[in-house]
């Protein structure tokens, strides 16, 4: 059983766009949603993280949502960029787990 | 040093060999993970350290797969008689806290690929 899916495998967007990846998981159970960043041959990065209490959070050109009675979240780029070019991963987490579960990543390519 | 290191980077092995790898926290660190990463799939929880208490075993796929830690150091994973489908790329983070704390980011390497043939 699959808790958390990314049901887009890739995305294009033209810089200056907005780029908007979505998440989608099963467990009611977790809290806590993190957005990791992969560029090639590299280990993902930490991106932006949102608690259950929250239903959004900010930083910089990256936004996250969470609609917790649809259990979706998305992840907004704002204007993407070119270096954003990445596969990008959703994950979530209960409170008081040390795993994070992960979904399977949405290519974005930001086109020049 | 700055980041998560693991070795080897690259890994080409025959099935039915042993293989080790290794991963180096970022010093101070007291939670490590191994997540692997098979072609088109997501991360794949493995097993959880966290200073002196018993591992989480739970995500080990056979018992082929094993996994110990120094201290609050390094780790290596070995992989049994290895298969075909144990290719992927293992990953190891670090973190000072559990997911949803302050801190409890997780900080990865660059992964060790390895491929079965």
């Known amino acids: 059983d699959q808790q958390v899916k990314q049901n887009s495998p890739s995305l294009s967007v033209q810089e200056g766009r907005i780029s908007i990846l979505n998440c989608d998981y099963t467990?009611?159970?977790?809290?806590?949603f993190l957005w990791y960043k992969k560029y090639p041959a590299e280990g993902p990065t930490f991106l932006i993280s949102?608690?259950?209490?929250?239903d959004k959070n900010e930083d910089g050109r990256f936004t996250v949502f969470l609609n917790k009675s649809a259990k979706h979240l998305s992840l907004h780029i704002v204007p993407s960029q070119p270096g954003d070019s990445a596969v990008y991963f959703c994950a979530g987490t209960q409170g008081g787990s040390e795993k994070l579960v992960f979904g399977k990543g949405t290519k974005l390519t930001v086109n020049p | 040093g700055a980041g998560v290191s693991q070795s080897p980077s690259n890994k080409v092995t025959e099935k039915g060999k042993d293989v080790e790898l290794r991963c180096d926290p970022i010093s101070g660190h007291t939670a490590l993970y191994w997540y692997r990463q098979r072609l088109g799939q997501g991360l794949e929880f493995l097993i959880y350290?966290?200073?002196?208490?018993?591992?989480?075993k739970s995500g080990l796929p056979s018992d082929r797969f094993s996994a110990e830690r120094t201290g609050e150091s390094v780790s290596t994973l070995t992989i049994q008689r290895t298969q075909q489908e144990d290719s992927a790329v293992y990953l190891c983070?670090?973190?000072?806290?559990?997911?949803?704390?302050?801190?409890?980011?997780?900080?990865f390497g660059e992964g060790s690929r390895l491929t079965v043939l």
């Open positions: 467990n009611s159970m977790f809290d806590y």
């Open positions: 983070a670090s973190s000072l806290q559990r997911p949803g704390l302050t801190g409890g980011e997780l900080f």
């Open positions: 949102i608690s259950s209490i929250k």
């Open positions: 350290f966290q200073g002196n208490s018993a591992p989480d």
